[in-house]
């Protein structure tokens, strides 16, 4: 008999707000988090960022842990504080902690360089937010670019599936870097403007920051410790096509492959989900690529579409776990988030919704695309 995986917490922190009610009030009321470089010490000033409105040493002063710390990892601490207390947890014990994360502790060697940061790894940056929470068994740390948090929630759900765990914390966390800054304006999809995902005049990102993390247990689980299930994570699938490096295939191969997988293990039909929340970059290429996909699965009846980058920046390897912590978001409250600053327009792209939609939602469908065609979709349906 197929495990029922439910949400029982979740914590986020991104551009648009501190917590998950700063979030959701921004995405309703559509106030965008994309602005100039504040914190970042970087010579590339001229591209728009979705930086966390608070600094190393205000995210210390909030959390507790050492200002010295990565800022990725300061970032998870804020988020999975609040995602534990949602869940009435008080810390890690007998869960594994899950995260994704690329530029890891990236911040504290471009300060030390030539020296190397001996907390610059993917995992060093894990390994001391469990240690600051305390109590978690292990942690593991996946490193898919723009897929990582995503897949790192799909994990968790197969440690529990498998039973090897009863309740895991999984999500992901970046900091922006002059590694992030300087990498994606090597390839040319950074934008000057604030990004518009889907439309005709799109071109390019917004690179973000955050963190967001979900505690993830069996039905069972929740029930004999009488928490509250917020949703369940009925369905996930991953796909590599390995088309590109760094492009996506003309047909969406691969966002077609992990879409069709996420609605086949939740048993549902197309037709049953009620909201796309987009991975849409902004690109060019992703934009008209995850359209192709989208088109090849809903046919001409595609549900309400939106990317909420245009309000965070594309936080990268967090992507996936903050946008389904707006999903759980959208599900509790009714809505559909808007896609901010589309006007016009492409013939090869999906039309987004523009304005924030109330209605109930039963099943949302959330997409997070990385480097090399690692793509992930997750669905996040309501719990009855």
Request: charge should be negative; aromatic fraction near 8%; include cysteine.
């Amino acid at each position: 008999m197929e495990q029922v995986l439910v949400i029982t917490g979740a914590g986020v922190v991104s551009a648009i707000g501190v917590g998950k009610q700063a979030n959701f009030e921004s995405l309703l009321h559509a106030r965008p988090g994309i602005g100039p470089v504040r914190y970042l010490s970087t010579g590339l000033k001229d591209f728009p960022v979705g930086e966390v409105p608070l600094s190393n040493e205000e995210l210390a002063r909030q959390t507790g842990a050492p200002e010295s710390w990565p800022r990725t990892t300061l970032l998870s601490i804020c988020a999975l504080q609040e995602a534990l207390a949602q869940a009435g947890l008080p810390d890690g014990s007998g869960m594994r902690l899950i995260g994704g994360t690329t530029v890891g502790g990236m911040d504290l060697t471009e300060k030390s360089f030539p020296q190397y940061s001996p907390d610059h790894t993917c995992g060093a940056s894990t390994d001391l937010a469990a240690l600051f929470i305390g109590g978690f068994e292990d942690a593991t740390t996946l490193s898919t670019a723009c897929s990582s948090a995503a897949n790192a929630m799909m994990f968790g759900a197969n440690l529990l599936r498998t039973g090897q765990y009863r309740r895991v914390v999984a999500g992901g966390s970046e900091s922006l870097s002059n590694y992030h800054l300087n990498g994606f304006n090597s390839l040319m999809i950074l934008d000057r403007q604030p990004c518009r995902p889907f439309d005709a005049s799109r071109a390019g990102l917004n690179l973000g920051e955050g963190a967001a993390y979900l505690v993830l247990e069996t039905v069972e689980s929740a029930r004999e410790r009488g928490a509250k299930p917020l949703a369940r994570l009925s369905g996930f699938g991953n796909a590599c096509d390995a088309f590109h490096q760094t492009a996506s295939s003309e047909n969406g191969e691969g966002a077609f492959l992990a879409m069709q997988k996420a609605l086949q293990l939740a048993g549902l039909e197309p037709g049953d989900i009620d909201y796309i929340n987009a991975h849409g970059t902004g690109t060019p290429n992703n934009d008209a690529s995850e359209s192709a996909a989208l088109k090849r699965i809903f046919a001409e009846e595609i549900p309400p579409v939106s990317s909420t980058k245009a309000f965070t920046g594309h936080t990268t390897s967090a992507s996936g776990s903050i946008e389904a912590v707006f999903c759980l978001l959208a599900l509790q409250n009714g809505f559909i988030p808007p896609q901010f600053n589309w006007q016009s327009a492409d013939p090869s792209c999906v039309i987004p919704c523009t304005s924030a939609l109330q209605k109930p939602l039963k099943h949302i469908l959330s997409n997070a695309f990385g480097f090399g065609g690692n793509d992930s979709s997750l669905i996040l349906s309501r719990y009855e």
